[in-house]
């Protein structure tokens, strides 16, 4: 049994979801003075965390976004003076911001250890830059409750192709640590294990019954199992995308041929509409970046305004804004226009990308031409709007030379540079 305690929260908190599923087997204790052996029961606890990508610190290099996190855990035994400690160390990378926004990406993380019976105080923090959570929880294990395991919620089950992690016998077993279902998911799959039910028939029954939250049966689905084994491993999946958001709870009661019950489990989880996540003040990339889209006084008027202020201005621009869009456009400049240690956005080139998106035409010199000519690039966009960019020094360092847009400025101390083919635009 679990009882859950506490997710500590704060400003500058990560919020992440613990789900600890235990597993019992067996282990052969040999007396090397009696010449004995003997078998005992333990039990395999299995934490899955779930850390969603936009609450971890974030750094790059080389074009690679990473974020590292570091994840020391201690169990305290409650009944006995015994405590184990460790540390898991682990490296996420994103391909980009704008991805992971729209694909709601989290990190699942998987890691255990062997407990034997009685009470236990577990304690997991995940830090990650100067963020920090921390989870905490009880469990209760007692060997009459584990005729088969916890039931494991998982986002999906299907043939292990990939090594061994995550993996369950010849199965690739994600865990769903927030047992929480979008319509993203059209199944809630699960996965459970067995031990020492031996029917004389050797089959058992399993009924799967869906209850909401005032206990009505929703859903129930029946299935037989040919027990084979001491420890026998059974997965399955049901669909839900007939169902309406809301809290919901999975019973899986196991019976012999006699209607006898011979184990049961129960495990809540929700289902949510779907919906895109909401972008945030606090942590999402690119977020305050605004200053492209505001004139320098209407910048200047919220760079002024206490953070509070800055806030509320924020929810209102991004109102009447694609956020990813724009967090998109940010990414591919950095990606292509970056010069030196100048960040792409912040050349002319990524300027004007990340506040009109991709140009309609973009004009470039032919190999011949290069020879009279340093490199440009002509860009048109459909409103009329034209940009020419040349790379003056020859260092891919591209400057806005000359522009018909009203928002921007030429620059006619740089006129001579432009090629020839393109002096008719500035007259």
């Known amino acids: 049994m679990i009882t859950f305690l506490l997710i500590l929260l704060s400003a500058n908190s990560i919020e992440f979801y613990t789900d600890p599923v235990i597993y019992k087997t067996s282990i052969e204790i040999e007396d090397t003075v009696h010449h004995a052996t003997r078998t005992e029961d333990v039990f395999y606890v299995e934490f899955n965390c779930e850390i969603p990508y936009d609450e971890l610190h974030y750094q790059s290099a080389e074009n690679i976004i990473f974020a590292n996190a570091i994840m020391p855990f201690k169990i305290l035994d409650l009944d006995r003076p015994d405590s184990l400690v ?4 682990r490296q996420f990378t994103l391909p980009s911001f704008s991805y992971a926004a729209k694909q709601q990406v989290s990190f699942v993380i998987q890691f255990g250890t062997y407990l034997t019976e009685g009470r236990f105080k577990y304690n997991v923090e995940v830090l990650s830059g100067e963020k920090r959570g921390v989870a905490e929880a009880v469990l209760e294990i007692e060997k009459e409750d584990y005729g088969m395991s916890d039931i494991l919620l998982s986002s999906e089950i299907t043939i292990d192709t990939l090594g061994d992690y995550l993996r369950k016998g010849d199965l690739r077993v994600i865990p769903r640590p927030s047992h929480s279902y979008d319509m993203r998911f059209k199944n809630l799959c699960f996965y459970y ?22 206990g009505k049966t929703v859903r129930k689905i029946s299935r037989s199992i040919e027990k084979l084994f001491p420890a026998q491993a059974v997965n399955c999946g049901i669909n839900i995308e007939s169902f309406e958001p809301g809290a919901y709870s999975l019973a899986v009661t196991i019976g012999d041929e006699e209607s006898n019950i011979v184990a049961q489990k129960e ?7 779907p919906q895109r996540k909401k972008v945030s003040y606090e942590g999402m990339p690119h977020y305050d970046q605004i200053q492209y889209f505001l004139s320098s006084s209407e910048y200047k008027e919220f760079k002024n305004l206490p953070d509070e202020g800055k806030k509320l201005f924020l929810d209102r621009f991004w109102q009447t804004r694609n956020y990813y869009e724009i967090a998109g456009r940010f990414e591919y400049a950095d990606e292509h226009y970056r010069h030196g240690d100048t960040q792409g956005h912040r050349t002319d080139r990524g300027r004007i990308y990340v506040k009109y998106g991709q140009p309609d035409e973009i004009d470039l010199p032919l190999p011949m031409e290069l020879a009279e000519s340093r490199p440009y690039e002509h860009w048109q966009y459909p409103n009329g709007d034209q940009y020419i960019f040349v790379d003056i020094r020859g260092t891919n360092d591209y400057v806005l030379v000359w522009t018909d847009a009203l928002d921007e400025r030429s620059k006619p101390t740089l006129y001579r540079y432009l090629p020839i083919e393109k002096i008719d635009l500035v007259q």
């Open 86 to 89: 460790d540390t898991v160390y």
């Open 193 to 214: 294990e067995l031990y020492e039910v031996i029917p004389e028939a050797e089959t058992l029954t399993a009924t799967y019954r869906v209850l909401d939250k005032e």
């Open 267 to 273: 495990v809540a989880f929700t289902i949510s509409r």
